[in-house]
Nanobody, 124 residues
Framework: QVTLVESGGGLVLAGDSLRLSCAAS????????MGWFRQAPGKEYEFVAA????????SYADSVKGRFTISRDGAKNTVYLQMNVLKPEDTAVYYC?????????????????WGQGTQVTVST
């Protein structure tokens, strides 16, 4: 069992930066690939970024590539999403998820555990 708790969301202006954190507790956190997804009002869940269990491989949605960076700290059992040059279309609830596939999968069905989400709002 893995429990995930996101933090770091908030209200920012377009062009600003935010860093989301996802604190994990439970067994074998280091063996899970981790991902970030988001859901905007009235829209489906959208893949944002993922990182392999080792941290050596990452994947990003085209919409965030070059602006967002995912990383993980095994000693702290925490995954981060650094978000730069935020845009109003990045407004959503951001969810952290853990996958036993080891690889940075973009498929939400591959994730076994999900956090409760943190709201990110980007205004103009």
């Amino acid at each position: 069992q893995v429990t995930l708790v996101e933090s770091g969301g908030g209200l920012v202006l377009a062009g600003d930066s935010l860093r989301l954190s996802c604190a994990a507790s439970g067994r074998s956190f280091r063996s899970y690939a981790m991902g970030w997804f988001r859901q905007a009002p009235g829209k489906e869940y959208e893949f944002v970024a993922a990182i392999s269990w080792s941290g050596g491989s990452t994947s990003y949605a085209d919409s965030v590539k070059g602006r967002f960076t995912i990383s993980r700290d095994g000693a702290k059992n925490t995954v981060y999403l650094q978000m730069n040059v935020l845009k109003p279309e990045d407004t959503a609830v951001y969810y952290c998820a853990a996958s036993a596939t080891y690889i940075p999968t973009m498929n939400g069905d591959d994730y076994d555990y999900w956090g409760q989400g943190t709201q990110v709002t980007v205004s103009t």
